[in-house]
Each structure stands twice: as C-alpha cells, then as structure tokens.
C-alpha cells in the first residue's frame, strides 16, 4: 500500500516537473504610446515594469518594453500627470494620462545642505527627473536664489566703413537654450544674461553642405528679410563638420570628473549625472577607457583608467557615489588631467568630461584663478566637456568659463532625454574634435552695407588682429556639428535714422565708399581659420556672399531667425524691433521641414508658455 502512494506521489511529481516550463508566465514585448486626453503625444513618460528601470516615451509618445510578464502591470508617470498603472496583457497599448493640477502638499525639498518646505504646482514643474534607484519624481529647488550668470551686453550695429571687420571665437555650445527650457517649464522669467541667443540657434541641427576635399569644416551662406525689421537685411552663416561614423572614431580616453559636494545631493544632480554617465558607457567599445575622479572637500580618484570592456566595473563605481562636503573643483580638474595625461591614447580621443553645478568654493574657485588653471591644463592634449546640472544654485558664469578657455563644449542637462541627446545621439559632435581654434571674420563691402550687427556671441568676440595669432585660443568643433552665426545689417542707402551711423567729420574728410560696378556685387566676404585637433598652424578657408535682393530663403533660415527673434524677447533686447511671440510661432511653423527627434515642434511648445505666463 505505502509502495502504491509512493509510486503515485512520485509520477504526481514528475509531471508536474515536466510540465513546469509550460507553467511559466509568458514573456512579451509591450509596445504602445501615451497620449494626453485630448489625443496629444506625451514626450518623456516613464513606464515601468515593476522595478525594472524605466524607458522614455518618444516625441511621438511611443515606447517599447521588452521582456514583460503577461498580465503584469506597467507604471506611467509624468510629472503633472496622474501615474497610472495599466495590465500588460497585449503587446499593443495606448495609454491616455488624466492632468493633475491639484496643488501639492508642502513636500520636503533638499536645497543645497538642508532641506525647506515648497508648496508647488504640478503644471509648473519642469520635465520629469527621477533617480536611478526610484522611480519617483521630486520637486526641484526654487531657481534664482543661487544661480549666477555673467553679465554682458548685447552687441550693437557697427559701421561698414570705418569697422569692416567683424571677428571672434566659433560656439557649438547650446546649454543656454536647456537651461531656458528648465525655467519656462517650471514658469519662470529666464534674467536676461542667461540668454545667450547663439547657444540657442546653436541647439538645432540644419541641412548645411558637407565638407568636401581635406577640409574638416564647410561653409554655408544665405540672407533674406530680416523678420522682426522688414528693412534690414538678415545674413546667415553656418557651418558644418565632417561626419564621422561612431564605429570610425578613434579610440577614447575618458576622466568622468563628478562633482559630489553638498550641493549635488538629489534626483536632478548626482542621481541624474550616474543615469547620464550610465548612457554613455552603453556606447563605450573595448577600445575606449574611463577612469572617474570625484571631488568635494577634497578630490579623489575612484576608478584608475579601465578598458570599455569592463563596463559593470565602471557603473559599480558610479553606483557608489554619494554627495556631502564642500567643494575643491580646481584640486578635482588638476586631478582629473592628471590622470588623463597617464591614461593618454596618441591619436586618441583624450577628454575630461566635468559633471557638475559650478558652485566651486574651496582652494581654486574664483572664474579668474580657474580661467588660469584651465589654460594651462590645456596644454597637455586633453579636451573638456562640461555637463551642467541642478537648479537654484546652477553657476553658467564658471562654467562658461571652463568651457570657453578649456578647449571645450558646454552643456546643461536637465532630464535623461537631454543626457540621451547629448551623450549618445550627437556623440561624436560632443565628445570628438574635427577642428580646433576655430575663428570667424567677416569683411563687410560698404559699398553694400552701411552698419551691421552681429546677434550673440558676446562672449567670444575678438580682436582684429587675433585672427591671424595662432597663439591665440578659440572654439573647438566635434563632428558632424553644426555653427550658425547671423548679422542684421542695414543695407547701404537706407535713409531715416540708421542705428550704428554717426555724423559726418567736420575736420578731417571721411574716406571715400568704395563702388563695384553691378547689382550682384559681393555684400561681405567670409573668412575661417581652423587647426587640426593635434596641430598648432592654422589653415584658412574664404567664401563671398552675393545678396541678390528678395525673400527666398530656406526653412533652416527661417527656423534659426524665428529662434534668434524668440531670444531677443526674452532678452528685451533694443533691436526686437516688431517681434512678437506669435511671430515667432508662426515662423517657427514655416521651418519645421523635417523634424524627426521632434525639437523644433517642442521649441514652438516653449515659445507657447512663454507666451501663455
């Protein structure tokens, strides 16, 4: 009898042993998109699978989850949205997220060393930000109270006769437009010097000619009516690197240098500079090398240089990191080049790439002490990338000033969409220089121009004679990346009162107006001078521009213009002329042209606050 029931629990046992493989749950990939309920698609939506990390939804509010347990419930959430759970049991989804704008409760708040009580709106918080270890959002710190921006003032029109030249420094960099992001989406008024309108055109990318021959660098002109000053001329000029596919890059030598003083403690600093170094050793080859240094009272080296194929060694050493102290950033950028400078690859990509809110207090801080150091540090053949983060103590004057005297490029990250953006979709154009130095000077005919003005680039103007000095420092571009600078000039003739003219001499007779026979005579010459990543001689390049009158002007233009017409309001800039923020939105809309990553319809959301506050 014993023998029997021992029989039969034994072949019980075996069939539900056979049997197990059948009687696991189902794995499914879920795809789907997230809309609001009037049908719009949700760009930047976290949808969760229990606590597996999250994915983004996509400009389109499309996502894909794979490997999900049939009947599991995925998370969405999206700040100023009700999270919602919903079950996965179809591998096709659309998921529609109801507005919360109810007030929230007094929430504690983490500001710099301690905490304060804000009572927030949910509408008026900024893109979604989470931790890597949660998937909650928290409110960020009031902006303004702690940020520092360096002043400057806007240029003015100048005169083609007696000032043809006009000259300075390229700027790929566009961490002005993420930070002005930040604040319109929490509702506030962006000061005036964090407005730099070149950093804003400089954000988007544009349909310009490709170098040819051995050139790293191509340049492109066109003009067209000045949109907020039908009488004036508007000229555009860009500039376009060669591209370079990610598997053809040379090898890279990468120094994380990772701020984690007091004032990095939170989701939206430390947290999201691990998310977003995370990005980038997903795109790292077994050639390429990563060490970190970190740095708060004082500086440390966490990891020596490893190769990329130890990526789980260099997220274990990232997931470690904890913020509290002070902050020693100039100990922590000598530390950093020296331990690129042992690490160098000959031929490589050598770069340090700083992760911080600027708030250096400790040993070397003040903007001229580390302008100095960083001049220095540059000697050594090692490049910089400065990734900006935080808000309410964010210092943009220093690390403008890392970036610009660094042989750098300069960012603000916000959100893990623009950590994706900057680190792995525009990879080669951050992290890898084409050309080195790199200087714009325009001859202006004044047989055609009577003053001119330069839109941007206060900061990186130079002397005439800086041109020619290779000795002198100027910006760095990376491949495939985009330049646009723009000049409203006054064409030649034009009566009334002329901004930038002055009265005729009374004791000395002014030099005569050269003239060039034929309407389509050269209205300015462009210069460029650039040196080999590795080189200290400059080459130059030289392309005329003939202005033949009228309107017909690519999307591109129109787009760059409506982005520099949106920078001069915020600035209320003098020269605004007529502009207005539906202008702006509707020349916006006439250069969408092809908009896959979807930023330009996302800058016309932002122009839509801005009007709407």
């Known amino acids: 009898m014993k023998k029997g029931i021992l029989r039969k629990t034994l072949v019980a046992a075996f069939m539900l042993l056979a049997a197990a493989p059948l009687l696991r749950a189902e794995r499914i990939d879920v795809s789907g998109r997230v809309t609001d309920a009037d049908r719009t698609p949700l760009l930047g939506v976290i949808v969760r699978a229990g606590a597996a990390d999250g994915v983004l939804t996509d400009v389109n509010g499309n996502f894909l989850v794979k490997g999900v347990e049939r009947g599991s419930m995925l998370t969405f959430s999206y700040i100023g949205y009700k999270t919602r759970s919903v079950a996965a049991d179809s591998v096709r989804l659309h998921v529609v997220l109801e507005s919360d704008n109810l007030q929230l409760e007094e929430e504690c708040v983490v500001v710099g060393y301690g905490t304060e009580k804000q009572s927030l709106r949910a509408e008026r918080m900024p893109r979604a930000v989470f931790a890597a270890d949660c998937g909650l959002p928290l409110p960020a710190p009031v902006a303004g109270n702690g940020e520092a921006y360096a002043a400057f003032a806007e240029n003015r029109f100048r005169p083609a006769q007696s000032e043809p030249l006009s000259t300075f420094s390229i700027d790929v960099d566009g961490a002005s437009y993420g930070n002005l992001r930040r604040m319109i989406g929490k509702g506030e008024t962006p000061p005036q010097d964090a407005v730099r309108i070149e950093e804003m055109v400089n954000y988007f990318t544009y349909g310009y000619k490709k170098p040819e021959g051995n050139d790293p660098v191509a340049i492109s002109t066109e003009t067209g009516i000045c949109p907020w000053n039908e009488a004036h001329r508007l000229v555009r000029i860009g500039i376009k690197a060669r591209e370079i596919a990610s598997e053809a890059l040379p090898a890279s030598n990468f120094v994380f240098l990772i701020d984690v003083s007091g004032s990095m403690y939170g ?347």
């Open 267 to 613: 989701p939206d600093r430390l947290g999201l500079v691990v998310s977003s170094m995370k990005l980038l050793i997903n795109n790292l080859r077994d050639k390429d090398r990563v060490g970190i240094v970190t740095y708060c009272g004082s500086a440390k080296t966490v990891l020596e240089s490893v190769p990329g194929s130890e990526k789980q060694k260099i997220r274990d050493a990232l997931e470690q990191l904890e913020a509290g102290g002070s902050t020693a950033g100039g100990a922590g950028i000598q530390k950093a080049y020296d331990l690129a400078r042992r690490s160098f690859i000959d031929g490589g990509n050598n770069r340090v790439i700083l992760c911080t809110d600027g708030d250096f207090n400790v040993g070397v801080s003040s903007e001229a002490e580390l302008e100095r150091l960083i001049a220095k540090e540059r000697q050594s053949g090692v490049f910089l990338t400065v990734l900006g983060y935080g808000m309410g103590n964010y210092k943009d004057g220093k690390l403008q000033t890392l970036a610009e005297k660094g042989n750098g490029n300069h960012a603000y990250i916000d959100d893990l969409q623009e950590a994706n953006r900057v680190l792995v979709n525009e990879f080669g154009s951050t992290m890898h220089t084409v050309a080195k130095d790199v200087k714009l000077q325009i001859e202006f005919n004044p047989a055609r121009v009577q003053t001119y003005r330069l839109i941007g680039y206060e900061s990186r103007l130079l002397n005439k004679e800086d041109f020619n000095d290779d000795t002198k420092d100027a910006g760095e571009i990376g491949a495939g990346h985009c330049v646009t600078a723009l000049y409203e000039v006054v064409p030649a003739g034009a009566a009334g009162n002329v901004p930038g003219s002055v009265d005729p001499l009374k004791y000395q007779s002014a030099a005569p107006v050269p003239s060039y026979a034929g309407p389509d005579s050269e209205m300015l010459t462009v210069k460029l001078r650039y040196k080999e990543p590795d080189g200290d001689v400059s080459k130059k390049m030289e392309v005329a521009l003939v202005d033949s009158g009228g309107d017909r002007v690519s999307s591109d233009f129109r787009f760059a213009s409506a982005v520099a017409m949106f920078g001069q309001l915020l600035r209320n800039s003098d020269f605004r002329g007529k502009a207005t923020y539906d202008d702006v939105i509707a020349l916006a809309r006439r250069g969408l042209d092809d908009d896959p990553q979807g930023y330009r319809r996302e800058f016309i959301r932002l122009v839509e606050t801005v009007k709407n506050l």
